[in-house]
């Protein structure tokens, strides 16, 4: 068949400007009725099955349906949806919104409407829906202007202020930090060194009364590169390591800094870097963090 010649195209619009009369029969007239007077109803199959919106055959058997009606929702959960950034003239929101299918709590099929979530992120499968109501309700779909998500978390502000009190372990071993040294303890049994200091032997259980006072500089045992910020952190990303202090037998964890994260290794030389003695308080904070000492790496 030729294609007509442009010359004989004609633009034509079919258009009911004062709108196209139709009438919904009993099951789509009891589903808007409802609808208008603020209620969302389904109609039941003879399986059992809660058709939303209602159908007046079961699309599943061809079967008429049971004339039974049945409150649903108002709320639901989201089912799948698809993102409108633009929305048309017609659209229902003149802002960007879903078009999704709902399903209603007590449903088993879904309706197709607009949920105004503002950001797309928000929206996940399940999230939970519930209709705005138009002010004016005329008996229409659009009786629900859209559905919009349920408040499901708030956030609250938490401070919770609290004091440690350290006991006498922690508190000889923090009068030994304020000083400037590490003071361990020596099992009499074991004769294995703890830092910090404590006064019972996790190993074998004994009371330890043997007090040694060690050195600063300690050997990396293992390390882990931290990538988000912390406020004791020199920079991101920061080391924090284990590190074996000459003379003890059990790590303790620490901050390494002066040094890139990607040149810390096991077996590095480490030493304490303390803040100035004037500034010092009966804390941890006392060691700024652990630098590479320059010497050879250690054989673990
Ligand atoms: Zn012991």
């Given at each position: 068949?030729?294609?007509?010649?442009?010359?004989?195209?004609a633009?034509?619009?079919?258009?009911?400007?004062?709108?196209?009369?139709?009438?919904?029969?009993?099951?789509?007239?009891?589903?808007?009725?409802?609808?208008?007077?603020?209620?969302?109803?389904?109609?039941?199959?003879q399986?059992?099955?809660?058709?939303?919106?209602?159908?007046?055959?079961?699309?599943?058997?061809?079967?008429?349906?049971?004339?039974e009606?049945?409150?649903v929702?108002?709320?639901?959960?989201?089912?799948?949806?698809?993102?409108?950034?633009?929305?048309?003239?017609?659209h229902?929101?003149?802002?960007?919104?879903?078009?999704?299918?709902?399903?209603?709590?007590?449903?088993d099929?879904?309706?197709?409407?607009?949920?105004?979530?503002?950001?797309?992120?928000?929206?996940?499968?399940?999230?939970?829906?519930?209709?705005?109501?138009?002010?004016?309700?005329?008996?229409?779909?659009?009786?629900?202007?859209?559905?919009?998500p349920e408040?499901?978390?708030?956030?609250?502000p938490?401070?919770?202020?609290?004091?440690?009190?350290a006991?006498?372990?922690?508190?000889?071993?923090?009068?030994?930090?304020?000083?400037?040294?590490?003071?361990?303890?020596?099992?009499?049994?074991?004769?294995?060194?703890?830092?910090?200091?404590?006064?019972?032997?996790?190993?074998?259980g004994?009371?330890?009364?043997?007090?040694?006072?060690?050195?600063?500089?300690?050997?990396?045992?293992?390390?882990?590169?931290?990538?988000?910020?912390?406020?004791?952190?020199?920079?991101?990303?920061?080391?924090?390591?284990?590190?074996?202090?000459?003379?003890?037998?059990?790590?303790?964890?620490?901050?390494?800094?002066?040094?890139?994260?990607?040149?810390?290794?096991?077996?590095?030389?480490?030493?304490?870097?303390?803040?100035?003695?004037?500034?010092?308080?009966?804390?941890?904070?006392?060691?700024?963090?652990?630098?590479?000492?320059?010497?050879?790496?250690?054989?673990?």
């Open positions: 068949m030729a294609v007509p010649s442009e010359d004989l195209v633009d034509h619009v079919l258009e009911f400007p004062g709108g196209y009369t139709r009438t919904t029969g009993p099951v789509i007239g009891r589903f808007l009725t409802e609808l208008r007077d603020g209620r969302i109803v389904g109609v039941r199959t399986e059992g099955r809660v058709l939303v919106p209602p159908l007046e055959y079961d699309p599943g058997t061809g079967d008429p349906v049971t004339g009606w049945v409150e929702g108002p709320s639901g959960t989201l089912a799948a949806w698809s993102w409108v950034h633009t929305p048309l003239p017609q229902p929101l003149d802002r960007p919104f879903a078009w999704a299918l709902i399903e209603l709590d007590g449903a099929t879904c309706l197709v409407h607009a949920v105004d979530a503002g950001d797309p992120k928000t929206l996940r499968p399940g999230t939970r829906v519930r209709p705005r109501w138009s002010a004016e309700r005329t008996g229409s779909i659009t009786d629900i202007a859209c559905f919009v408040v499901t978390r708030i956030v609250s938490v401070r919770v202020p609290y004091k440690i009190r006991g006498a372990s922690l508190s000889r071993f923090l009068e030994g930090i304020r000083a400037g040294t590490f003071l361990g303890s020596r099992c009499s049994t074991c004769d294995k060194v703890y830092v910090p200091y404590r006064s019972s032997c996790p190993e074998c004994n009371a330890i009364s043997g007090e040694v006072t060690l050195p600063d500089t300690g050997t990396v045992t293992t390390f882990a590169i931290n990538n988000l910020p912390d406020p004791r952190a020199p920079q991101v990303p920061f080391v924090s390591a284990y590190i074996l202090i000459d003379g003890a037998d059990v790590p303790m964890i620490a901050l390494l800094g002066d040094v890139p994260a990607h040149e810390v290794r096991q077996g590095m030389r480490v030493r304490a870097v303390w803040v100035p003695e004037e500034e010092r308080t009966a804390g941890m904070g006392n060691i700024k963090w652990f630098a590479p000492t320059g010497e050879q790496d250690v054989e673990l």
